[in-house]
């Protein structure tokens, strides 16, 4: 699993509340990132970090805002839930030496009511 | 068009037959290609990865990259039932700054005993 864990596992919340979700790694790898899959969406980068307080903007950021302030943490905040972000979060690593494989962690279920 | 584009199948094969799963991607100058697979609830798994015309072999597996038709494969040799499960295509696409992936959809695999 790469040394990442995810946290929570699975959370229900409802629409307009402030959701965090947090990732964490212990081999201390400079590129994290932040994914959704939707049936029918497949994987989508959210935002990704490439190092401390070092982010951008993936695929579909809009609704999210991310912080890295540790090597080790990289957080995903959505403000204010929406039904629409009712998904499966993942966050992965970049350990490849060349070919940026990436690894995931087991992955968030969040449901937003 | 998808950048990167899968057959969602399902594909169906009996047991100990040859499985083909294809990706195609529109990026011509992507570099490398990544094949993951993914059982149901579960986080994608890194099974092979190929940056260079030809096949790349390893065990079971064989990955096939041809860059001037834009695609990959990815074939099962003695499939079995635990081979079911979703087979993403993941590409480094050079358009893409850092070190992004962009994935397919994903092709589901049933192996049927």
């Known amino acids: 699993d790469a040394g990442i864990t995810q946290s929570p596992r699975h959370k229900v919340t409802e629409t307009g509340t402030p959701v965090t979700l947090r990732c964490h790694q212990t081999?201390?790898?400079?590129?994290m990132y932040w994914y959704r899959q939707d049936p029918g969406h497949g994987l989508r980068l959210i935002h990704y970090s490439y190092g401390v307080k070092d982010t951008d903007k993936g695929e579909v950021s809009d609704g999210y805002s991310v912080s890295r302030s540790k090597t080790e943490d990289f957080l995903l905040t959505l403000e204010s839930a929406t039904s629409s972000q009712t998904s499966v979060y993942f966050c992965a690593i970049m350990a490849g030496q060349n070919y940026n494989e990436q690894f995931f962690g087991p992955g968030t279920r969040l449901t937003v009511l | 068009q998808k950048e990167v584009e899968q057959n969602s199948g399902p594909l169906s094969v009996p047991e100990g037959a040859i499985a083909s799963l294809n990706c195609t991607y529109s990026?011509?100058?992507?570099?490398?290609f990544f094949w993951y697979r993914q059982y149901s609830g579960k986080s994608p798994e890194l099974i092979m990865f190929i940056y260079s015309n030809g096949d790349k072999e390893d065990g079971r597996f064989t990955a096939q990259l041809n860059k001037a038709s834009q695609y990959v494969s990815l074939l099962i040799r003695d499939s079995q039932p635990s081979d079911s499960a979703t087979y993403l295509c993941?590409?480094?696409?050079?358009?893409?700054?850092?070190?992004?992936?962009?994935f397919g959809g994903g092709t589901r695999l049933m192996v049927k005993p």
């Open positions: 081999e201390n790898h400079r590129y």
């Open positions: 993941a590409v480094n696409l050079l358009a893409l700054s850092g070190n992004m992936l962009t």
């Open positions: 990026d011509r100058g992507s570099q490398s």
